[in-house]
C-alpha cells in the first residue's frame, strides 16, 4: 500500500513540473519555428582565402565574403542604353532584379512573434550573398557602327566573339552549378572607371601596371601615361576597387560598366613572376617567400641565404608552388586566372591577352569611346633595360625542371590553358 501511495506521489510530481516547465517556456523560441514563408540558407560556406597580398598592393583585410552584398538574379536586358557607351550597346544583356526574402505575416500572430520575425529576416537579407546565373554573357559583342565593319577592327571583333564562346564553353563544362554567388572577395582585384564606365579586373604580370595608367588618364587623373611613375600606380590608391562600393554599388556597377580583363600564357607569366621578384632585389618577397623557400627545399642551404632569403633557384620556385604544404601561401603574382577574375563567375564583356597586347587594347580603347590620342603605353615599366620574357626565356627556365615536374606545372595551370585558349607549351605535356 505505502509503495503505491509513494509511486502515485512521484507520478503525480513528475506531472506538476511538466506543466510548470511548459508554462513558463518562452513563445518566442517555438513561433519562429512554425512560421512559414522564410527559408534560411544555413550552407552558406565562404571561399577559401589562402592568396597572400603582394607587395603592400593588397594590404586592405577583406572582411566576411557574405557581408554587405545583397540578392539579385540577372535575367532580360539591360538598363536604357544610354547608361552604357554607345559603341558597346548590346542587343542581349540581361536586366537584374532584386529578389529578397517574401514577406509572411500570418493574421493574428502575437506581437513578439512578428518581432522576432522581423529581426531574422534582416538578417538573412543582410547576409545575402549576390545571386546571379553562370556566365550568362552574350556571345555577340556590342554591334560594330557602320564605319567599323568593313575596317581593321572587324577580325578583331570576330576574335573577341570566339574567345567569349571557348570561355563560356569551358565554364559550362567544368562548372556544375548554374546557380553562383558573388560576393566582395570575387570583385576585390576588380579596378572601377566611373567616367567611361569600366571595370577591370587586374591580372599581374599581364600589362597591368600600363592598364592602370590608362585607367587614370580616363578619369582625368593624369594628362599622359607617361607622366605616371610605378609607385604612384600601385601605391597611390587613385582607383578604386569594386569591393569598396556598398552592394547597391558593386550590383549597379556589375549589370552596366564594361567589364574587361587581359591574360598571358600562364607559364610565360611565371617565368616573369620569378624574374621580377626573385632576381632583382626585393624588401618583401625576399624576406617572406624566399627565406620560407630556401628553408624548405634547399638541402645545406647557407646561413647566409636563410637570413636574407635572396637567389631562389626556379626549380625551388617550383616545388614551393606544387607543394599542397607550402611554408608560405599563394600569391597573386602566379595565382590562377580563374581565382583571380573568377570568369565563369562574371560576365566579362571583353578578353584581351598579352601576346596581342597593343592590337587589343587599342581596339578596347576603341569600343568605349577614349579620346583618339589615348593608346596602350609601349614601355616597360619595371627593369626597362632587362628583355622581356618571351617564350623563348620561358622555354629556358622550364628546361630546369623535370618531366614530371613540367606536367605538374601543366596540370596546376590546367584551367587558364583550356579556358583561354593557349596551346601546350611543350610536346611531352598530356
Given at each position: 500500500?505505502?509503495?503505491?501511495?509513494?509511486?502515485?506521489?512521484?507520478?503525480?510530481?513528475?506531472?506538476?513540473?511538466?506543466?510548470?516547465?511548459?508554462?513558463?517556456?518562452?513563445?518566442?523560441?517555438?513561433?519562429?519555428?512554425?512560421?512559414?514563408?522564410?527559408?534560411?540558407?544555413?550552407?552558406?560556406?565562404?571561399?577559401?582565402?589562402?592568396?597572400?597580398?603582394?607587395?603592400?598592393?593588397?594590404?586592405?583585410?577583406?572582411?566576411?565574403?557574405?557581408?554587405?552584398?545583397?540578392?539579385?538574379?540577372?535575367?532580360?536586358?539591360?538598363?536604357?542604353?544610354?547608361?552604357?557607351?554607345?559603341?558597346?550597346?548590346?542587343?542581349?544583356?540581361?536586366?537584374?532584379?532584386?529578389v529578397f526574402m517574401k514577406d509572411y505575416q500570418e493574421k493574428g500572430e502575437e506581437t513578439n512573434s512578428m518581432k522576432l520575425h522581423k529581426r531574422r529576416r534582416r538578417f538573412v537579407i543582410k547576409k545575402s550573398p549576390i545571386l546571379i546565373?553562370?556566365?550568362?554573357?552574350?556571345?555577340?559583342?556590342?554591334?560594330?557602327?557602320?564605319?567599323?565593319?568593313?575596317?581593321?577592327?572587324?577580325?578583331?571583333?570576330?576574335?573577341?566573339?570566339?574567345?567569349?564562346?571557348?570561355?563560356?564553353?569551358?565554364?559550362?563544362?567544368?562548372?556544375?552549378?548554374?546557380?553562383?554567388?558573388?560576393?566582395?572577395?570575387?570583385?576585390?582585384?576588380?579596378?572601377?572607371?566611373?567616367?567611361?564606365?569600366?571595370?577591370?579586373?587586374?591580372?599581374?604580370?599581364?600589362?597591368?601596371?600600363?592598364?592602370?595608367?590608362?585607367?587614370?588618364?580616363?578619369?582625368?587623373?593624369?594628362?599622359?601615361?607617361?607622366?605616371?611613375?610605378?609607385?604612384?600606380?600601385?601605391?597611390?590608391?587613385?582607383?578604386?576597387?569594386?569591393?569598396?562600393?556598398?552592394?547597391?554599388?558593386?550590383?549597379?556597377?556589375?549589370?552596366?560598366?564594361?567589364?574587361?580583363?587581359?591574360?598571358?600564357?600562364?607559364?610565360?607569366?611565371?617565368?616573369?613572376?620569378?624574374?621580377?621578384?626573385?632576381?632583382?632585389?626585393?624588401?618583401?618577397?625576399?624576406?617572406?617567400?624566399?627565406?620560407?623557400?630556401?628553408?624548405?627545399?634547399?638541402?645545406?642551404?647557407?646561413?647566409?641565404?636563410?637570413?636574407?632569403?635572396?637567389?631562389?633557384?626556379?626549380?625551388?620556385?617550383?616545388?614551393?608552388?606544387?607543394?599542397?604544404?607550402?611554408?608560405?601561401?599563394?600569391?597573386?603574382?602566379?595565382?590562377?586566372?580563374?581565382?583571380?577574375?573568377?570568369?565563369?563567375?562574371?560576365?566579362?564583356?571583353?578578353?584581351?591577352?598579352?601576346?596581342?597586347?597593343?592590337?587589343?587594347?587599342?581596339?578596347?580603347?576603341?569600343?568605349?569611346?577614349?579620346?583618339?590620342?589615348?593608346?596602350?603605353?609601349?614601355?616597360?615599366d619595371r627593369h626597362s633595360n632587362e628583355e622581356r620574357t618571351t617564350t623563348k626565356i620561358t622555354q629556358q627556365y622550364f628546361a630546369q625542371l623535370s618531366p614530371s615536374q613540367r606536367q605538374q606545372s601543366y596540370d596546376f595551370y590546367y584551367m587558364d590553358y583550356l579556358m583561354f585558349n593557349y596551346s601546350k607549351p611543350f610536346e611531352d605535356l598530356?
Amino acid at each position: 500500500m505505502r509503495l503505491t501511495c509513494l509511486f502515485s506521489f512521484i507520478l503525480l510530481f513528475g506531472a506538476a513540473g511538466l506543466v510548470v516547465f511548459i508554462h513558463l517556456q518562452d513563445p518566442e523560441e517555438i513561433v519562429h519555428q512554425q512560421t512559414p514563408g522564410i527559408k534560411y540558407n544555413m550552407g552558406l560556406q565562404q571561399p577559401k582565402k589562402d592568396c597572400v597580398s603582394s607587395n603592400n598592393q593588397d594590404r586592405r583585410l577583406r572582411k566576411s565574403t557574405a557581408d554587405g552584398v545583397a540578392t539579385v538574379k540577372l535575367s532580360g536586358s539591360l538598363p536604357s542604353s544610354e547608361n552604357m557607351p554607345s559603341k558597346l550597346q548590346s542587343i542581349d544583356r540581361r536586366q537584374s532584379s532584386t529578389v529578397f526574402m517574401k514577406d509572411y505575416q500570418e493574421k493574428g500572430e502575437e506581437t513578439n512573434s512578428m518581432k522576432l520575425h522581423k529581426r531574422r529576416r534582416r538578417f538573412v537579407i543582410k547576409k545575402s550573398p549576390i545571386l546571379i546565373s553562370m556566365n550568362s554573357s552574350t556571345l555577340n559583342l556590342p554591334t560594330l557602327k557602320s564605319d567599323d565593319r568593313n575596317s581593321k577592327w572587324k577580325s578583331l571583333y570576330q576574335i573577341q566573339s570566339k574567345r567569349k564562346q571557348i570561355m563560356k564553353e569551358t565554364c559550362s563544362k567544368y562548372k556544375s552549378n548554374n546557380r553562383r554567388i558573388i560576393t566582395p572577395y570575387h570583385v576585390s582585384r576588380i579596378f572601377v572607371e566611373d567616367k567611361y564606365r569600366v571595370l577591370y579586373c587586374e591580372v599581374p604580370k599581364a600589362g597591368c601596371s600600363n592598364w592602370k595608367r590608362v585607367l587614370m588618364v580616363l578619369n582625368g587623373l593624369a594628362s599622359s601615361t607617361k607622366d605616371i611613375q610605378h609607385n604612384t600606380v600601385h601605391y597611390g590608391n587613385y582607383l578604386k576597387r569594386l569591393d569598396g562600393f556598398d552592394r547597391k554599388g558593386i550590383y549597379h556597377r556589375l549589370n552596366t560598366y564594361t567589364k574587361m580583363l587581359f591574360i598571358r600564357e600562364p607559364f610565360e607569366k611565371l617565368v616573369s613572376a620569378f624574374r621580377d621578384k626573385f632576381e632583382h632585389p626585393n624588401n618583401y618577397y625576399h624576406p617572406v617567400f624566399g627565406k620560407a623557400i630556401i628553408s624548405r627545399y634547399r638541402v645545406n642551404a647557407t646561413k647566409e641565404a636563410l637570413r636574407t632569403g635572396s637567389g631562389v633557384k626556379f626549380k625551388e620556385f617550383i616545388q614551393y608552388l606544387l607543394d599542397v604544404h607550402r611554408p608560405v601561401g599563394m600569391d597573386i603574382h602566379w595565382d590562377h586566372v580563374n581565382r583571380l577574375c573568377s570568369p565563369c563567375l562574371i560576365d566579362y564583356d571583353f578578353v584581351g591577352k598579352f601576346e596581342s597586347m597593343e592590337e587589343d587594347a587599342n581596339f578596347f580603347l576603341h569600343l568605349i569611346g577614349a579620346p583618339q590620342n589615348l593608346t596602350f603605353p609601349k614601355f616597360k615599366d619595371r627593369h626597362s633595360n632587362e628583355e622581356r620574357t618571351t617564350t623563348k626565356i620561358t622555354q629556358q627556365y622550364f628546361a630546369q625542371l623535370s618531366p614530371s615536374q613540367r606536367q605538374q606545372s601543366y596540370d596546376f595551370y590546367y584551367m587558364d590553358y583550356l579556358m583561354f585558349n593557349y596551346s601546350k607549351p611543350f610536346e611531352d605535356l598530356y
